[in-house]
């Protein structure tokens, strides 16, 4: 059981250079997410999927953008990468939004900007 | 606002002893209720869950937590903790009126003394 798989699992970038998170899900989950966790801080919903084709903002989405065009892949990508985008990387899925819905994360993906 | 707080950023407690965790939130009126965990390196792994009904949940690994109300407090706790219990810890919440988005604490880490 694959799970969440989250690629790659480090990486460091130069300030104003690109890169895409990548995230697939094999569960046939509805609802994905990706959240930054901060030290010292809880885990930041960045953006978050539906379905396939539907995404929206969570609470820190500037500087991300997100697409979903199918139920598997939900990939993050970071146009000019900032200093302050250093942070670890989750990505999660579930069959639904709701809170009965467990969450499943990913490993997680560690992205250093210099 | 709505805010998570884990009072807690370490706890040291010795392989065997009682471990109890602490978590408040501050939200009107009650929220959905998670702890999860999340081993060094990995992703995070539901615990255990509150939604509604007897306000002691049972969660895998022989965590439980207690509701209570009137303290706004869903406190995480296990009898005897192992060394494979080293971890760190967070709570969150996913108030009704949120569209059940979580929120997170800034977690615990448990330190396990041989």
Same mark, same amino acid.
């Given at each position: 059981?694959?799970?969440?798989?989250?690629? +790659?699992?480090?990486?460091?970038?130069?300030?104003?250079?690109?890169?895409? %998170?990548?995230?697939?899900?094999?569960?046939?989950? $509805?609802?994905? #997410?990706?959240?930054?966790?901060?030290?010292?801080?809880?885990?930041?919903?960045?953006?978050?999927?539906?379905?396939?084709?539907?995404?929206?903002?969570? $609470?820190? +989405?500037?500087?991300?953008?997100?697409?979903? #065009?199918?139920? $598997?892949?939900?990939?993050?990508? %970071?146009?000019?990468?900032? +200093?302050?985008?250093?942070?670890?990387?989750?990505?999660?899925?579930?069959?639904?939004?709701?809170?009965?819905? +467990?969450?499943?994360?990913?490993?997680?993906?560690?992205?250093?900007? %210099? | 606002?709505?805010?998570?707080?884990? @009072?807690?950023?370490?706890?040291?407690?010795?392989?065997?002893?009682?471990?109890?965790?602490?978590?408040?939130?501050?939200?009107?009126?009650t929220p959905y209720l998670f702890w999860y965990v999340q081993s060094p390196g990995q992703g995070l792994q539901l615990l255990l869950k509150y939604f509604s009904g007897d306000t002691l949940v049972q969660g895998i690994k022989g965590f439980e937590a207690e509701f209570k109300r009137s303290?706004?407090?869903?406190?995480?706790?296990? @009898?005897?903790?192992?060394?494979?219990?080293?971890?760190?810890?967070?709570?969150?919440?996913?108030?009704?009126?949120?569209?059940?988005?979580? !929120?997170?604490?800034?977690?615990?880490?448990? !330190?396990?003394? @041989?």
């Amino acid at each position: 059981n694959a799970g969440v798989t989250q690629t +790659p699992k480090f990486q460091v970038l130069k300030t104003g250079q690109s890169m895409t %998170l990548q995230c697939a899900q094999d569960m046939n989950h $509805e609802y994905m #997410s990706w959240y930054r966790q901060d030290p010292g801080m809880g885990l930041r919903l960045i953006h978050y999927s539906v379905g396939a084709g539907i995404t929206d903002q969570g $609470e820190v +989405p500037n500087g991300y953008n997100v697409s979903r #065009s199918t139920t $598997e892949d939900f990939p993050l990508r %970071l146009l000019s990468a900032a +200093p302050s985008q250093t942070s670890v990387y989750f990505c999660a899925s579930s069959y639904g939004a709701g809170p009965n819905q +467990p969450q499943h994360f990913g490993d997680g993906t560690r992205l250093s900007i %210099l | 606002a709505q805010s998570v707080t884990q @009072p807690d950023i370490h706890i040291t407690v010795s392989e065997g002893a009682s471990l109890e965790l602490r978590c408040n939130y501050s939200y009107g009126a009650t929220p959905y209720l998670f702890w999860y965990v999340q081993s060094p390196g990995q992703g995070l792994q539901l615990l255990l869950k509150y939604f509604s009904g007897d306000t002691l949940v049972q969660g895998i690994k022989g965590f439980e937590a207690e509701f209570k109300r009137s303290q706004s407090s869903f406190n995480l706790r296990k @009898p005897s903790v192992h060394w494979s219990d080293a971890a760190e810890y967070f709570c969150a919440v996913a108030p009704m009126d949120s569209n059940y988005q979580l !929120i997170w604490g800034a977690g615990t880490k448990l !330190i396990i003394k @041989p």
